[in-house]
């Protein structure tokens, strides 16, 4: 929509809004995607080829230009397995491989070192087909008298190793312990060589430090293993000087004796403690059971609660088996004979008896118990004197007893240490003469059979796709900046005006010229002015009456007839934005059809400055437009007519350079004969200057009654239509619709998929109209 500017409310819009009423809204489906999508693929594919084609051609320039490359593999594994008697005696602990280590190695692999190394021992420095060949930037440099900017400059050997790590490649194989490395050169038996040189070289190199490393630690082993012996002898000498001197007595465990005493009676007094306490426990229950009645009838329950040492009696076990029984008897004569029966009476006392019993037999229980309590606590006693009495025998040995623990941990822990030394130093001794590396080659390099780039079908199919891409990239781009009008939805939905005719371009070949009617000449002028027909494009309608350009005419004066803006559409303008649209030629073709359909129709060059429509229909003329406001010629000398048509014309007139030609379309004058004419003809058709260059259109507002906006397909700027409009709002509030002018039809339908078959050519031939040169009159 146009910025700043706003339709009046009671503005009609008939035949759009008809038409807007008909159709349901339009979506962004999946299928207007495709459409959008397919549409751009037609309009845009000779870009697309065209760039697909040049990075095809990029491509294979490449693959011609690039010498091929061949890569050789061989593979390490890392963490070889010591053999069993090495992995004992070694001097450190055997190093994990992990993904840290793994690292590491490959940073080795890539080493200056290592590569010097392979370099040297394959005799490789005097092949000077292996050197580096200097980069683009150095060789430029070189050119123009520089230097190459590096301190390796000179150095064969420096320049090949740079060589050699921009080839060299080395990868960890998944999560394994396998380093493989690549090597890439243009010789496949040379890049193998090379390949295994360098493994080679990595585990010698593994093989030196290994045993340097072992050599350094024997060395220190020697001298440490003497340190250690000496202090340890020396160690040992103090603890049995301090014996001898505080006659401390050890057992066979190194224990002092007074030590081991006191450590077994503290066990035997915790056991005798357990045993007291145990007795006491019991005792207290036994008591609490004979504090019960034997008389009460529920003093067999109360024992049972006063603990399981009473269970535990075979004789209260049975007693109490055969008071249940009683019991269970005595409730069931109850049931049967009464509570007061003697049977019942009896089996009461025989319960009685039993539960006496009971009460006796815990009581001896009891007594018994009292006697082992007094027991166990003599024997406790006795163990806790013999415990004080060793207590008070240990404490006057207890000060020497640290200072010997004392010198006793030092001297364990200086002979632990000399043991120790003294295993790692006989390791070491092994391993010097057993030389194991911690990786081995699994996969010698083998000369490759085919190069590893570059590879001819990937560049290909890079050249391929990125060409797809690129050209579908510069298609999509050159399609977004295409701001001009290519479609009737466009139209409306940029202006928000109705589009009334999409107008066909007339090709050459399809409007063939035709011979005027008469040869004109300035001497009969006043009696045959008679338009001309040379230009056949503003005779279309005529030439063509059943073509699709005349059939659009038909739709612009529907349109027109439809609209109801005002109360009369009687003084209709045709002008465009800029020059070149086509506007003259739709309004010389309009008249021609209102004329032909028995209206009487006049049509008026307005473009004073540049009056295009006079030049083609009335090249003759001396009297027109500016000579009937200007001077007051009579209007009858400037009228031209057509018989055939029933068209009448009166041209711009003088072909000088006018001034204000924008207050003479505006004047009084100018009023008046728009008035004369509508009192004599049906429709007046007046062919306005465009809106961009000059304001004559907007001046000559007043005078018409509705305005018809020409735009040409493909060539008007959205941005520029837009701008123009906003700058003429009069002209805007009575524009009846738009007119797409020039328009190719086959390529609008690659830009409006969706409604490509509106404007297909067989639904034209199905009605007898269509653009074949069999639809002309002659």
Not at 409 to 417: C, D, H, I, V
Not at 455 to 481: C, E, N, P, W
Not at 547 to 568: P, T, V
Request: charged share 20%.
């Amino acid at each position: 929509m146009l910025q700043n500017i706003e339709p009046s409310p009671d503005r009609t819009r008939a035949a759009h809004r008809d038409v807007e009423v008909a159709q349901p809204p339009r979506e962004n489906n999946l299928a207007d995607t495709v459409s959008l999508t397919k549409g751009l693929v037609r309009r845009q594919y000779p870009l697309v080829i065209a760039t697909t084609a040049m990075a095809l051609v990029l491509g294979a320039l490449y693959l011609v230009v690039t010498p091929p490359t061949y890569t050789a593999h061989a593979r390490l594994l890392l963490g070889n397995a010591n053999v069993p008697f090495v992995q004992q005696l070694s001097l450190g602990a055997e190093r994990s491989v992990d993904h840290t280590l793994i690292d590491t190695e490959l940073q080795i692999l890539r080493s200056r070192n290592i590569i010097a190394s392979a370099i040297r021992e394959s005799k490789l420095a005097d092949n000077s087909a292996l050197r580096a060949n200097p980069s683009l930037f150095k060789r430029i440099r070189l050119w123009f008298g520089g230097t190459s900017g590096d301190d390796t400059e000179g150095n064969p050997l420096e320049d090949m190793i740079e060589a050699f790590q921009k080839s060299l490649s080395a990868t960890r194989i998944d999560t394994s312990n396998v380093i493989d490395i690549g090597f890439s050169w243009s010789s496949a038996a040379k890049a193998a060589e090379i390949t295994n040189a360098i493994a080679s070289a990595y585990i010698a190199d593994q093989l030196d430090a290994r045993f340097e490393s072992n050599k350094t630690a024997m060395l220190w082993l020697q001298q440490r293993l003497r340190s250690l012996g000496e202090q340890a002898e020396s160690a040992e000498r103090a603890v049995n000087a301090y014996k001898s001197k505080n006659n401390i007595v050890t057992s066979t465990e190194g224990r002092p004796i007074d030590e081991q005493q006191i450590a077994e009676l503290n066990s035997r007094l915790v056991a005798a403690r357990a045993l007291t306490t145990e007795a006491t426990v019991r005792l207290d229950r036994y008591e609490s059971a004979l504090r019960h009645n034997p008389e009460a009838v529920d003093s067999i329950g109360k024992m049972d609660a006063a603990g399981s040492d009473l269970l535990v009696s075979p004789i209260i076990t049975s007693l109490r088996q055969q008071y249940l029984d009683t019991q269970r008897r005595e409730n069931d004569y109850s049931v049967k004979f009464g509570r007061d029966h003697q049977a019942v009476i009896n089996l009461r006392n025989r319960m009685r008896d039993i539960r006496k019993s009971i009460q006796e037999e815990v009581r001896r229980l009891a007594e018994t118990t009292r006697n082992d309590q007094a027991t166990a606590k003599q024997r406790q006693d006795e163990i806790e004197k013999q415990l004080a009495t060793a207590v008070a025998l240990s404490r006057s040995t207890n000060a020497a007893g640290v200072t010997l623990r004392e010198l006793q941990a030092q001297a364990k822990e200086y002979r632990s240490l000399y043991d120790t030394f003294l295993q790692r130093y006989m390791g070491s001794t092994q391993q010097q003469s057993f030389p194991v590396s911690e990786a081995r080659l699994i996969y010698a390099a083998s000369p490759p059979p085919t190069k590893s780039k570059p590879k001819t079908l990937v560049v290909f199919a890079l050249s391929l796709f990125g060409g797809i891409g690129l050209g579908s990239g510069l298609a999509f781009l050159r399609d977004l900046m295409d701001r001009v009008f290519r479609t009737p939805t466009q139209l409306e939905d940029s202006l928000d005006l109705p589009c009334l005719a999409v107008v066909p371009q007339l090709p050459p070949d399809e409007t063939p010229d035709y011979q005027p009617s008469s040869t004109l000449r300035s001497g009969y002028e006043q009696d045959y002015r008679t338009l001309s027909k040379t230009s056949s494009p503003h005779w279309a309608v005529a030439n063509m009456p059943l073509s699709r350009f005349a059939e659009s005419m038909r739709s612009i004066k529907l349109g027109i007839d439809l609209s109801r803006n005002h109360s009369s559409n009687r003084v209709i303008g045709v002008t465009s934005t800029q020059p070149g649209e086509g506007k003259s030629t739709i309004a010389a073709c309009l008249a021609q059809l209102i004329g032909q359909s028995g209206h009487s129709v006049i049509l008026v060059d307005c473009d004073l400055r540049n009056p295009s429509l006079s030049k083609a229909l009335a090249p003759y003329a001396t009297i027109g437009l500016i000579d009937v406001l200007s001077e007051g010629q009579p209007i009858e000398r400037a009228i031209w007519t057509d018989t055939e048509t029933n068209l009448v014309f009166i041209p711009a007139g003088k072909n000088s350079t006018l001034l204000h030609s924008s207050e003479m379309l505006s004047a009084d004058p100018m009023h008046l004969l728009v008035e004369r004419l509508c009192s004599v003809y049906d429709y007046v058709i007046i062919d306005l200057p465009p809106l961009a260059p000059i304001v004559d259109a907007r001046a000559s507002s007043a005078v018409v009654d509705c305005f018809i906006y020409v735009v040409e397909w493909g060539r008007t700027k959205i941005d520029v239509v837009k701008h123009a409009l906003h700058t003429a709002p009069n002209v805007y509030e009575n524009i009846v619709g738009t007119v797409l002018n020039k328009t190719d039809i086959k390529e609008m339908a690659s830009y409006n998929g969706s409604r490509s078959d509106y404007y297909s050519e067989s639904h034209y031939e199905h009605y007898g109209v269509g653009d074949s040169p069999s639809r002309r009159t002659p």
